[in-house]
């Protein structure tokens, strides 16, 4: 590990991925929440008035969950690991749309980087679904809000104001 | 199309790839950009103090670079295209590093999503990079900064005020 | 090419990606079906009775799309192909689930691949969504039901008897 | 859980991947089976005549056996598991080509999906490397033959009527 | 593009993916070869010594092909293409067996890469095929033989002396 | 298993993924090099004068890693394999740049191909990111130098006398 801390890095900076070999498997879990800020008629377009309109909400919801599972291909230096649950919500909120994922391994090494990417893809694909009516929608304050298992400790962080 | 204007969902709400195959070829240009807010000595890391410890940057450039490639595998709706250039840069702001993305194509519809996709990318593999140091990094504020090229018309947002 | 009509191996019976580079960029279609055969519970519960339930045939439907997509990575000796459209329903029929998948491109070669992957894939995520409460379900009659485009001509089957 | 027993809809009827945290890691078998029906004469070619000839049941068995491996990149809401073997035989049956898969695993989820996966895509496989001289083969009778392992116990099929 | 050549890097030494959007698209082929040395008896097995044997020369040739298809994937900066055709040929020589691979496209860039990308994966399958009978086998000598169309002009590169 | 010891071929001479269910998981390591033979200028170039320059080296480095967690992908009988650590190492030697990968993984089957993958993946990767400055570079030597762990007993092989 490099002296000052980016693990990542081997001592001369080249990047590395990390052993974890000599790390214990253990149950572990990370959630993880951003928004999409859009307009309220966007919003009320993408939650729909009519049974089916829901579609945009599932189709992210899905884009997110097969993101979680491409996150080692995804990000350079990222382990791969099985994933024994993800989970995806997405819920309005007074910005817009507030998506929320929960992800679950035994492994040795956390999933913080699953939770962030399933978040951010299906963040993405709001977008997508519903930039035919909208354009500046913006994708803000993804981050992680808990993680528990691992030696490093648990981290919780408090929730975003923005998204209550 | 749904009355509604969400191309991607037909007129049941169901999820659809939209036809283009009507569409002119064309050159079609996007940018897009976000921001990762950190503690000032976690970009002082990331940026590097010795010649090497660029790396971190480096890599998520890359990741950026390669994620835009992938972005109809990840987007559910997307069209696969050819991307004829990719571009990526991260540089310092105020709140920590700013990425930002240009994608260009000679296709039948845009690359906001593959210019959005590498931006997001790029910000998650900058998180991975720096996330043993500082855990409560914020990826915020990813859109769209422009496209042009194609039908509907070219588009420009000014610049984030928070990532001068 | 071989001299019995197998294109896909060479003179000496070994794989190749044939030649399609002296071919012509023409508009090409290809539609394709299949049919999950499920007991009318099953199919009941797919369908949903309650407006949220649809979610089963949504997230097939996007499994299909996102399936032609990589047709080329699934099926060795397929081209790469750009596709203008890809389009799944699926829809009650007698026996179960009727998958039916349109795609087309402006491209070299054909896409029937592609519709009968997506048709394919839609199929098995049907399977999936649905075998917690019937494992016997059979996916059969998937095939081919027309193309258009190419110099091969255009081929168009009649509709399954056993969909109707 | 949702009440009606689909376990990849959450309450809300919207997608889930279930959690199998909980699962012990016990060792799991899948087989299933798929038969392309074709004309006698497309069977003869498939076969070869000559010692050569056979690379097109090769090509497939080999397309199966790869897409077993890619099953939870397919599937939605399959969970990534390690493969501990996969087998995939073809041999004549009235109709045409059988085609038979098994798949093992020592894991937390069951490998039917994984199993089904590949008959399906080695069907597709002959399809495509017959496709030139027939055209209207017809993949069907793709099912689960048996799962051992797990809790929710083994099954057992019997076999199809029309592959012997 | 940088002052000292690296057109993949820029001027401050970043990677790019280079704009390719202001080339003519035209038809462009690449050939390149590598060895696989092995011992004597070695090279018989994976030629086989009756007719079914071939199969490990039928498996390496496949996986060349498919990881051609998959080369802008691999390689970070190499843009997607669609590819025309691709051909691997694996043929005995005198240190062991000697793979060749003839990529073709109509696109705005070359395709050395791709071609150097179906050699080296069919030449790491052989390894992988026949591991169990020598582990100290050596990839050598992998190489471009020619390439054809775009700006740069061709090149022709004499054969490998050691694969004759 | 077949009687001549290919085991990824079975008693017909068809390929199979074969059965490790039987092995114990335990702690693997393997070390694979390989050579890029290029002119003295071009490895300047490579290395770089300045302290950005040495970024065609973090590419390579980068894309090895990331395709050793793709060499199940690639290798069409690799089983997939969770990877603890992957490090590429290049250096310059005598005749251009050598490169070094070491793998390592807890598992039922070792770790050969994953670090042979990661060596030819940065080598073709330093081919693309030089070749503007050089077309008749060379990828050679690319083998095995250890493998550990695992019933089949260690393996060592001796330092490579062209990369000294």
């Given at each position: 590990?490099s002296e000052?801390?980016?693990?990542h890095?081997?001592?001369?900076?080249?990047p590395?991925m990390?052993?974890?070999?000599?790390?214990?498997v253990?149950?572990?879990t990370?959630?993880?929440?951003?928004?999409v800020r859009?307009a309220?008629?966007?919003r009320r377009?993408?939650?729909g008035g009519?049974?089916?309109k829901?579609d945009a909400?599932?189709?992210?919801?899905l884009?997110?969950?097969?993101?979680?599972?491409?996150?080692?291909e995804?990000i350079?230096?990222?382990?791969?690991?099985?994933l024994?649950r993800?989970?995806v919500?997405?819920?309005p909120?007074?910005?817009?749309?507030?998506?929320a994922?929960?992800v679950?391994t035994s492994?040795?090494t956390g999933?913080?980087?699953?939770?962030?990417t399933a978040?951010s893809?299906?963040?993405l694909?709001?977008?997508?679904?519903l930039k035919?009516?909208q354009?500046d929608?913006?994708?803000?304050?993804?981050?992680?809000l808990s993680?528990s298992g691992?030696v490093?400790?648990?981290y919780s962080?408090?929730?975003?104001?923005?998204?209550?």
């Open positions: 590990m000052d801390g980016l693990t890095l081997d001592s001369d900076g080249r590395q990390v052993d974890v070999s000599g790390k214990d253990s149950a572990r990370a959630t993880a929440e951003g928004v859009m309220a008629e966007t377009l993408a939650l009519s049974s089916k829901g909400i599932t189709t992210s919801i884009a997110g969950i097969m993101a979680a599972k491409r996150t080692a995804l350079p230096l990222c382990h791969p690991l099985p024994s993800v989970n919500d997405i819920t909120c007074e910005d817009g749309l507030r998506v994922a929960e679950r492994g040795q999933v913080e980087m699953e939770a962030l978040v893809v299906a963040c694909t709001l977008y997508d679904m035919a009516v354009k929608m913006e994708i803000f304050s993804i981050r992680l993680k691992g490093s400790g648990d962080a408090s929730p975003a104001e923005d998204s209550a």
